[in-house]
């Protein structure tokens, strides 16, 4: 793009930000048609236009810039534009991406407090608010896509979660699958991980959970446990030697050019959620909950779509970057469910702390092994 066209579309984009029409400008930018002034001002009068329409006004906060979506299944236009069309035009969807009002569990008070309508956040955030979530960490339980698909839109984890979260104040809209946690090795690190025996003295940054804690360490590794915001640093300077986020994540957070390998254990999914504010949504009519739930399957089904896209592109790019991929066989994967994996007996006191029985836990993992509705790629 040479230097005229991008400042063009950066006047584009301050005017419309100047103008108040920020969501506009963010549009306009998602679609690449900043650099065109006449539709820059179509997109502007368009979303003044359903604005002004609407009878209700909803706020969905996330974490991610709006191109995250090529990488990293968010799909946070997508159910802007649902919400809106399968509302009638009733409901204005104003996006506030990239952090802007928090990320994480920021925005997951912001949504509690109603302080914003809705957002998107991990589901290691609720955890908190239904412990039960947390079991999603267990290894092997549902870190397959679609073990995880199957789990979440099952009637058990339904019947299981959505009242305790409700209880809390928040309504889940959808699901989002992004993929698996992998085992990422940093350059002039320890090489290829392909079996627990390679993570031997491995210093694997991990964060709060004790759950992951514990299965790193059950396959041999050193769990390091380091600040989100301290991991590239950590990495690059070796005080961690390899982390864990799916391949799209180590993408947009920038990991590219400090990773050599890349190792799909398929252990624990790296999975986000929108939740609404459960008072604002019940103080809606009928036609606009059931235009925001149907918006909702829309877009779950786009992003299961999504999915191996956004992994293609992710790898792509990374590999640009020297990194090498490594996907195992069923026999390679068992070794690590041998070491790890929930069937072990380790993990009976946790089963029963989050779940609240091992019967419900086994609810849970015959959930997670039928198939349902939704299908999506696995890693």
Known sequence: MNDEVKSLERRNFLKLSASGAFTAAMVAGAAGM??????????????????KAADHVMIIGTAYVLGASRSYPIMQL?????????????????LAPAGQLG???????????????????????????APVIDLINMPYLCGANQRFVNLVHSKTWVDAVHPK?????????????????????????????????????????????????????MVGANPTPVAWGETPSAIKQGVADALDPSVGALFVFGFKDILSHVTFTQAVPDSQVYSCNLEWFNSMPKD??????????????????????????????????GVEFHSLSDSELQVWK????????????????????????????EAASTQGRYYVHDA
């Not at 994480?104 to 998107?120: D, R």
């Not at 606009?288 to 896209?309: W, Y």
């Not at 380790?346 to 609810?363: Q, R, T, V």
């Open 103 to 129: 990320a994480g569990g920021a925005l997951v008070e912001k949504v509690q407090t109603g302080t914003i309508q809705a957002a998107q956040h991990s589901l290691s955030n609720f955890a908190p608010f």
């Open 34 to 51: 900043l650099w065109s002034e006449e539709a820059v001002a179509q997109t502007a009068k368009e979303e003044r236009e359903r604005q």
């Open 288 to 321: 606009i909950q059931d235009g925001i739930m149907f918006a909702s399957e829309i877009t779950a089904h786009q992003n299961l779509a999504k999915v191996p896209s956004a992994r293609n592109y992710a790898m792509a790019e990374l590999r640009k970057s």
């Open 165 to 217: 979260v409700e209880a809390k104040g928040f309504k889940p809209l959808l699901y989002v699958v992004i993929d698996p946690r992998v085992v990422a090795v940093r350059k002039g690190g320890a090489g290829a991980v392909k079996a627990p025996s390679d993570m031997d003295g491995i210093k694997f940054r991990v964060p709060g959970s004790k759950m992951l804690q514990q299965y790193y360490r």
């Open 338 to 365: 041998d070491a790890g994996g929930y069937q072990r007996s380790e993990w009976d006191d946790l089963k029963k702390e989050l779940a609240g029985s091992m019967d419900n836990f086994n609810a849970l993992e």
């Open 78 to 94: 997508d159910l802007k534009e649902n919400i809106q069309n399968a509302t009638n035009g009733k409901v204005y969807v104003k």
